[in-house]
């Protein structure tokens, strides 16, 4: 009885410690990965083949956030993040910052990976949300950091886009007036 109990305390222990493992690196609201994550895979050095990195960013959140709450800020980063995790594996998707996203994407070819990111384009165009896109792909690369920062840019161009098309939408997040949660 006494070693039963004993294999049983260390079984119960080590899935602990592996649920405690995971949430170390999974965003809580979102069940992607998070920043940690992120980090983490960026301190690695090695070569990426057939490789697709995808920047996203929600458009309009701090708006949201100051004139509906903060539930409805978590609405639109849950669909942005739906418009992600019914196109690609939540283990490739990172929440680096508050509205912020980056897929990666190993071994994948070139023509399904932007198909996975249009789909998830024309899911998002189906909600009253949007977000800002930057994706890159490359056959082969040992530079994910200098990849990353490259869609990064992509993405920042096509936000500086989407304000330009859409101004009614980017007021001043500090001088809208609270209309209380939807």
């Known amino acids: 009885d ?12 080590k899935a602990l410690i592996e649920k405690v493992e995971r949430e170390k690196y999974t965003d809580s609201l979102l069940k992607v990965k998070n920043r940690y994550a992120f980090d983490k895979l960026l ?16 458009n309009g959140l701090g ?3 100051n004139m509906y709450g903060y539930r409805a ?11 992600l995790t019914d196109n690609f594996k939540s283990e490739d998707i990172y929440r680096i910052g508050g509205d912020e996203f980056v897929v990666i994407c190993l071994n994948i070819s070139k023509d399904l990976f ?8 024309v899911y998002l165009n189906t909600t009253p949300y949007s977000a ?17 920062k490259e869609t990064s840019i992509m993405m920042k161009k096509s936000k500086e886009k989407y304000r330009e098309e859409h101004p009614e939408e980017y007021v001043d997040k500090y001088k809208v007036k ?3 949660e939807v």
């Open 2 to 13: 006494l070693l039963a109990s004993i294999l049983r305390n260390i079984f119960k222990n």
């Open 43 to 58: 301190a690695n050095t090695c070569s990426y083949n057939n490789l697709g990195v995808a920047f996203v960013d929600a």
């Open 63 to 65: 708006v949201i956030n």
């Open 73 to 83: 800020g978590d609405e639109l980063l849950k669909t942005v993040t739906k418009s």
């Open 114 to 121: 932007y198909e996975k990111l249009t789909n998830g384009y």
């Open 132 to 148: 800002s896109y930057g994706a890159s792909y490359r056959e082969k690369t040992s530079n994910l950091s200098e990849l990353i």
């Open 178 to 180: 609270y209309k209380g």
